[in-house]
């Protein structure tokens, strides 16, 4: 079946610290793969999205993520989280055999000041 | 460009009432997608439309919930009778051509139901 895991329900890092948020998938997708963040009361918004080529995806805000194969994996990457990163993030795989977007449970991250 | 546009944004109402949730979805798109949010988790496919064909609802809860996207553009979800169980978060999103297209977001119908 058709999953996407992110381990950390919830993440609390200090301002100006680094982040990582992990993200897998059950292998059979199609690597087409994608971040979104939600801020409290609002609908999603992209970050970046990974369909082929480099594996390691620039997106906006300074958010990066890598693509490993190898590991069914699509962390995401900050180097130096702001206060107004404080959000929840959604990981995302388009599977072709469902013809859907099949999303994580989310990480909710907190920036401590 | 406006974004996806939805309403209302907040709706109480007692169980066994109906309900009904609006979207406008970016000018342009023809796959319009209806979400539901559990508090705590990510977004779960109720119905996608193509155009104005429903292509996708096999997670739609049919005996309660209806939707229709006339003329391929706006489109309503209706809940008829509402449970307590159906207090959530009800997306709105489109996009333009479907697949593995980005999908854009509305700000969503926060339901809750007494």
């Known amino acids: 079946a058709q999953s996407v895991t992110q381990p950390d329900i919830h993440i609390t890092v200090s301002e100006g610290a680094s982040l990582e948020l992990r993200c897998n998938y059950s292998?059979?997708?199609?690597?087409?793969l994608f971040w979104y963040v939600q801020s409290p009361g609002q609908g999603l918004q992209l970050l970046l999205k990974?369909?082929?080529?480099?594996?390691l995806v620039q997106g906006i805000k300074g958010f990066e993520a890598e693509f490993k194969r190898s590991q069914s994996s699509f962390n995401l990457r900050k180097p130096s989280v702001h206060w107004s990163d404080a959000a929840e993030y959604f990981c995302?795989?388009?599977?072709?055999?469902?013809?859907?977007?099949?999303f994580g449970s989310g990480t909710r991250l907190s920036i401590r000041p | 460009e406006a974004g996806v546009v939805q309403s209302p944004r907040y709706k109480i109402i007692e169980k066994k009432q109906p309900v009904a949730f609006w979207c406008n979805p970016i000018?342009?798109?023809?796959?319009l997608y209806w979400y539901l949010q559990n508090l705590g988790q990510g977004p779960e496919l109720l119905i996608r439309?193509?155009?104005?064909?429903?292509?996708?609802d096999s997670q739609l809860p049919k005996d309660r919930f209806s939707a229709e996207r006339l003329k391929g553009v706006d489109s309503t979800l209706k809940i008829q009778p509402a449970e307590l169980g159906d207090s959530a978060v009800y997306l709105c999103?489109?996009?333009?051509?479907?697949?593995?297209?980005?999908?854009?977001f509305g700000p969503g119908t926060r339901l809750l139901v007494l």
């Open positions: 999103a489109s996009s333009y051509g479907t697949g593995q297209e980005t999908q854009y």
């Open positions: 292998y059979g997708a199609t690597p087409y």
């Open positions: 990974y369909f082929s080529g480099d594996t």
């Open positions: 995302a795989v388009w599977y072709s055999s469902a013809s859907k977007i099949i």
């Open positions: 000018s342009g798109h023809n796959t």
């Open positions: 439309y193509e155009n104005e064909e429903a292509v996708d």
